[in-house]
T-cell receptor, first 112, second 114 residues
Framework: LAKTTQPISMDSYEGQEVNITCSHNNIATNDYITWYQQFPSQGPRFIIQGYKTKVTNEVASLFIPADRKSSTLSLPRVSLSDTAVYYCLVGDRKAAGNKLTFGGGTRVLVKP | DTEVTQTPKHLVMGMTNKKSLKCEQHMGHRAMYWYKQKAKKPPELMFVYSYEKLSINESVPSRFSPECPNSSLLNLHLHALQPEDSALYLC?????????????FGPGTRLLVL
C-alpha cells in the first residue's frame, strides 16, 4: 500500500484559500487519491477523489501532477466550519472491499 | 439516503461484559467496514466484509468478533475487552459505481472500557 505524508497542522483565516499537499511516492498504477474530512467525534466525510490532473467539485479541488507522486487539496475561501482534520488516502478502488489506509491527517484551524 | 447509522452512540462496559455494536446502511452497498480510532489518531481498519463475507481481518484480537447478518447490517461483538480498547469505533460502507468508490462513515460509537 502506498504510504502518504501530510503536514501535521495548518492555520488559516476565514476567506483564505487553504492548500494541503500530500506526498505518495509509491503510488501504484491502479491507485486513486481520495481526501476525507473529519470533525471531532464524527466519522470521516468524503470530500473528493481523483486519478490524475485536476478534479473539482462544489467543495474543493484536487490537483494531481503527471507523476502522481503528490496531490494538493485546495479549499477555496475557508470558513470557521472548515476547521477539521483532512486525510489523504491512496488505494486501489477496483476491488470490492477497498482497503484504504488513513495517514496521519492534517489538522486545519481556521481563525476569524 | 446516504446515511450509515450506528448504535449505541456511547457505551461503557466492564472487562468481563459482553456487548455488541451495530451498524446499518440502506444504500445497497456490498462492502462494509469496521474501523477503530483512538484520540488524535487516524482511523485504523479492523475488518472488511464484501458481499457479506469477511474479506479482510487486520490481525484484530479475537475479543472483537464481527458479524454480517445481511447486506444492510454489520455487528461487532465485544467480549473481555481491555481498557486500551477504549476508542471511537466507526462503521463504513461502500459500493463501486462507474466513476468512484466512496466510503460512507457512520457517526461512530464511543466505547469506554473500565
Amino acid at each position: 500500500l502506498a504510504k502518504t505524508t501530510q503536514p501535521i497542522s495548518m492555520d488559516s483565516y476565514e476567506g483564505q484559500e487553504v492548500n494541503i499537499t500530500c506526498s505518495h511516492n509509491n503510488i501504484a498504477t491502479n491507485d486513486y487519491i481520495t481526501w476525507y474530512q473529519q470533525f471531532p467525534s464524527q466519522g470521516p466525510r468524503f470530500i473528493i477523489q481523483g486519478y490524475k490532473t485536476k478534479v473539482t467539485n462544489e467543495v474543493a479541488s484536487l490537483f494531481i501532477p503527471a507523476d502522481r507522486k503528490s496531490s494538493t487539496l485546495s479549499l477555496p475561501r475557508v470558513s470557521l466550519s472548515d476547521t477539521a482534520v483532512y486525510y489523504c488516502l491512496v488505494g486501489d478502488r477496483k476491488a470490492a472491499g477497498n482497503k484504504l489506509t488513513f495517514g496521519g491527517g492534517t489538522r486545519v484551524l481556521v481563525k476569524p | 439516503d446516504t446515511e450509515v447509522t450506528q448504535t449505541p452512540k456511547h457505551l461503557v462496559m466492564g472487562m468481563t461484559n459482553k456487548k455488541s455494536l451495530k451498524c446499518e446502511q440502506h444504500m445497497g452497498h456490498r462492502a462494509m467496514y469496521w474501523y477503530k480510532q483512538k484520540a488524535k489518531k487516524p482511523p485504523e481498519l479492523m475488518f472488511v466484509y464484501s458481499y457479506e463475507k469477511l474479506s479482510i481481518n487486520e490481525s484484530v484480537p479475537s475479543r472483537f468478533s464481527p458479524e454480517c447478518p445481511n447486506s444492510s447490517l454489520l455487528n461487532l461483538h465485544l467480549h473481555a475487552l481491555q481498557p486500551e480498547d477504549s476508542a471511537l469505533y466507526l462503521c463504513a460502507s461502500s459500493q463501486r459505481d462507474r466513476t468512484q468508490e466512496t466510503q460512507y462513515f457512520g457517526p461512530g460509537t464511543r466505547l469506554l472500557v473500565l
